[in-house]
Nanobody, 119 residues
């Protein structure tokens, strides 16, 4: 079993910054991809950004140029630096980890951390 511990959410004014982190622990095996999704009230969960084991990064168009995802492989931790935050970035942000044992692929989700952008 894998535990994902997210931190860094909160309330910030428009134009401000936050940094999210997600640390994975437990029976991880090999991580294929780590990333962040978000879900705003009344909307479906959507990809924000993810990073693969070889460093390939994908961003949602809505966050390109403002958000930066990074990863510390030694700590099994993924970060999301969010700059120039907008009210429409308000959502619950979830960490997602895709890992493999070599024969099976597993997907784990964090509990989520609230990000609120408001003046």
């Amino acid at each position: 079993q894998v535990q994902l511990v997210e931190s860094g959410g909160g309330l910030v004014q428009p134009g401000g910054s936050l940094r999210l982190s997600c640390a994975a622990s437990g029976s991880i095996f090999s991580i294929l991809r780590m990333g962040w999704y978000r879900q705003a009230p009344g909307k479906e969960r959507e990809l924000v950004a993810h990073i693969t084991s070889d460093g390939t990064i994908t961003y949602a168009d809505s966050v390109k140029g403002r958000f930066t995802i990074s990863r510390d492989n030694a700590k099994n931790t993924v970060y999301l630096q969010m700059n120039s935050l907008k009210p429409e970035d308000t959502a619950v942000y979830y960490c997602k980890v895709v890992r493999t044992s070599g024969t099976n692929v597993y997907v784990d989700w964090g509990r989520g951390t609230q990000v609120t952008v408001s003046s």
